[in-house]
């Protein structure tokens, strides 16, 4: 595709039940970013794929985060048993080949009832 | 991990004047660093990048400058225009990691 996509565009949930997150990175991108950003607040790591190498998921705040990269392409994030401090809007991005210019898509905001 | 401060978190300056935005970082083998501006309600963009090679790089009215001594690198906006106003992100990254860690943000506002 032209950009980075992601869906949806806004989720809300009730507490307590599991969301999943997808993003469609551009086309040929090796690397890609999960990011976290609350309201008015910066961009906080959450993990990082690159190629066909072990995930960086050293950015994850417990253990109910995960993600996984389907054949070096289309990415999930799954937050699992939502709590209300997970609200917020979750950004991926994609670069060709890491340490280059990162293309961000539009995010999903997470808000959790 | 590397670590990434900024300063300062907000900014206001008179239209035509120049901003400057502040990063240090903390990890001596950064050798990327981009700088995203993101408007209200958009995504990042990136607006200009310098690598550890290059001391100074230009754009129009936006440059940014590195001193790897001191592992500091600045963005200077010139002329600025309404148009600017925004949240500026500086991030570093590193050959081998490649896991960009953004600093908290500046918000800029460019009083008419």
């Known amino acids: 595709g032209a950009g980075v996509s992601q869906s949806p565009s806004n989720k809300v949930t009730e507490k307590g039940k599991d969301v999943e997150l997808r993003c469609d990175p551009i086309s040929g991108h090796t690397a890609l970013y999960w990011y976290r950003q609350s309201l008015g607040q910066g961009l906080e790591f959450l993990i990082y794929?690159?190629?066909?190498?072990?995930?960086?998921k050293s950015g994850l705040p417990s253990d109910r985060f995960s993600a996984e990269r389907t054949g070096g392409s289309v990415s999930t994030l799954t937050i699992q048993r939502t709590q209300q401090e997970d609200s917020a809007v979750y950004l991926c991005?994609?670069?060709?080949?890491?340490?280059?210019?990162?293309?961000f898509g539009q995010g999903t905001r997470l808000t959790v009832v | 991990g590397e670590n990434v401060e900024q300063h300062p978190s907000t900014l206001s300056v008179q239209e035509g004047d120049s901003a400057v935005i502040k990063c240090t970082y903390s990890d001596s083998a950064s050798n990327y660093f981009p700088w995203y501006k993101q408007e209200l309600g958009k995504r990042p963009q990136l607006i200009i990048d310098i690598r550890s090679n290059v001391g100074e790089k230009k754009d129009q009215r936006i440059a940014v400058t590195l001193n790897k001594t001191a592992k500091h690198f600045s963005l200077h906006i010139t002329e600025t225009q309404p148009e600017d106003s925004a949240v500026y992100f500086c991030a570093a990254s590193t050959s081998g990691t490649y896991k960009y860690i953004f600093g908290t943000g500046t918000r800029l506002k460019v009083l008419a």
């Open positions: 794929f690159q190629g066909n190498s072990a995930p960086d």
């Open positions: 991005a994609s670069s060709s080949d890491g340490n280059t210019e990162a293309f």
